[in-house]
């Protein structure tokens, strides 16, 4: 069955960097688009990001404002997130998610994500 | 960008039907997707493309859009079904995901 595990998260500085990856099974990767999805403590989900099948398309959410970059291992069956410039509203649970591939994107599977806490 | 509106909370006895509505300016031209999201776990999709489920979700989860209003139906409520409940499209004027705010569903 699909299993996605994430890793990364950790306590950072405000304005340092994280990586964050996905390790994908039990699918074929390079198949399926991706997405980060990410969820402040006690609110609702945000989506990141998201990535096609090939790394070829990609797109963000606003808020993201050339700060994350979304990329992808196929030969490694990985998603990252790396984000830069980190602020305490960047606090979340970041989740990354397998894209639906129906008519419009939706996510079917996600992994139980990495904590991400911005904190002096 | 896109925005999408759910009634914070939402109370349904055990037995009765539970309506939780996405509200957003034409959304019933658009394909909506429902999550399901318990506390401390990561969410599940429950319905896609407006009215569909995913293998292994139950019969009583349905959906249905038109207008200015997508609905998530769950039938039959039980306890389990206590949850927050998100609605999500894409945005294809912008090119991103929305989510709605999220419905808490509370089992009486």
């Known amino acids: 069955q699909v299993q996605l595990v994430e890793s990364g998260g950790g306590v950072v500085q405000p304005g340092r960097s994280l990586r964050l990856s996905c390790a994908a099974s039990?699918?074929?990767?390079?198949?399926?688009?991706m997405h980060w999805v990410r969820q402040a403590p006690g609110k609702g989900l945000e989506w990141v990001a998201i990535?096609?099948?090939?790394?070829?398309?990609?797109y963000y959410g606003d808020f993201v404002k050339g700060r994350f970059t979304i990329s992808r291992d196929n030969s490694k069956n990985t998603l990252y997130l790396q984000v830069n410039s980190l602020r305490a509203e960047d606090t979340a649970v970041y989740y990354c998610?397998?894209?639906?591939?129906?008519?419009?994107?939706?996510?079917?599977?996600w992994g139980q994500g990495t904590l991400v806490t911005v904190s002096s | 960008s896109y925005v999408l509106t759910q009634p914070p909370s939402v109370s349904v006895a055990p037995g009765q039907t539970a309506r939780i509505t996405c509200g957003g300016n034409?959304?019933?031209?658009?394909?909506v997707h429902w999550y399901q999201q318990k506390p401390g776990q990561a969410p599940v999709l429950v319905v896609y493309d407006d009215t569909d489920r995913p293998s292994g979700i139950p019969e009583r989860f349905s959906g249905s859009n038109s207008g200015n209003t997508a609905t998530l139906t769950i039938s039959r409520v039980e306890a389990g079904d206590e949850a927050d409940y998100y609605c999500q499209l894409w945005d294809s004027s912008s090119d991103q995901g929305v989510f709605g705010g999220g419905t808490k569903l509370t089992v009486l």
């Open positions: 990535i096609s099948y090939d790394g070829g398309n990609i």
């Open positions: 034409n959304i019933g031209i658009k394909s």
């Open positions: 039990g699918f074929t990767f390079s198949n399926f688009g």
């Open positions: 998610a397998k894209d639906h591939a129906h008519s419009s994107p939706s996510l079917d599977s």
